[in-house]
Structures are given as structure tokens and as C-alpha cells.
């Protein structure tokens, strides 16, 4: 595989183990009567910047509900995952380190008032190892 591809399934499966985890656009017809919508997701556009810099990944987390408790947690969650120094994710191709962007977190207004979202920004250091 490419690089590339191999930084991005690494932070989708980094993602994924806070909620479940859908690259945008989530196409139609990815949720059925078989295959729900989950009540709790994170959203995101891969964004891949030039190796050894940093850049920012926006994630948006959303919620099936009226309160922003259930983002909060995942937030949380997230938040503590990288700590204050990053937490850095190896891979047989390299590495990459996460740290909290700034902001870290927003409140995502929805003209849907059954759910509730918010923005979290990550700065990535992505690095590959030498071959």
C-alpha cells in the first residue's frame, strides 16, 4: 500500500476506536433498516498534507440527541487519548503524532434540533520511516 493510504487507515482506526467512524460524504444508503444509524458518530474528510509537517484534521462528532452530554464524552475521551504532549500512533510504515489543535473543540450549529455536533481539530505530525 501507499503511504498515504496507510496514514489514513491508521487515524481512521485511531477514530474509530472512540465511535464508529464514517469518511465524508457518507454516501446514501449506508444506513438501512439492516444497518442503522449509530447514535453517536465521528465524521471527518481525510486531509493529507506533505510528510514530516504538520497540518490540521477536522473531525466532526455527532449525536442523536438534544443535549450535548454524548459529544462531551467523546471529546473526553479523545482529549484524554492525546494527553498534553500528543500521542504518537505507530505503523509499519511510519508513525504519526496527534496533538489537540487549537481550538481543540466547538459547538457545530445544526438547523436539525434532534442532534447535536461539535468540531474537533487535530494537529498531525505524520512521518515516514526510512526505507
Known amino acids: 500500500m501507499s503511504l498515504t493510504r496507510d496514514y489514513a487507515t491508521t487515524l481512521y482506526q485511531w477514530l474509530n476506536s472512540f465511535a464508529p467512524t464514517f469518511r465524508r460524504p457518507i454516501q446514501e444508503g449506508t444506513f438501512n433498516a439492516s444497518n ?13 498534507s506533505n510528510f514530516n509537517t504538520e497540518f490540521i484534521q477536522a473531525i466532526t462528532i455527532l449525536s442523536k440527541s438534544t443535549s450535548y452530554n454524548n459529544v462531551m464524552t467523546i471529546v473526553d475521551a479523545i482529549e484524554s487519548a492525546i ?4 500521542v504518537k500512533i505507530e505503523g509499519e510504515w511510519g508513525y504519526m503524532t496527534i496533538y489537540k489543535g487549537t481550538p481543540f473543540y466547538q459547538d457545530k450549529e445544526d438547523e436539525d434540533s434532534s442532534y447535536r455536533a461539535g468540531y474537533v481539530n487535530l494537529l498531525i505530525r505524520v512521518c515516514q520511516y526510512n526505507v
Open 83 to 86: 494527553g498534553e504532549s500528543g
Open 36 to 48: 442503522p444509524q449509530p447514535n453517536e458518530y465521528i465524521s471527518y474528510s481525510a486531509d493529507i
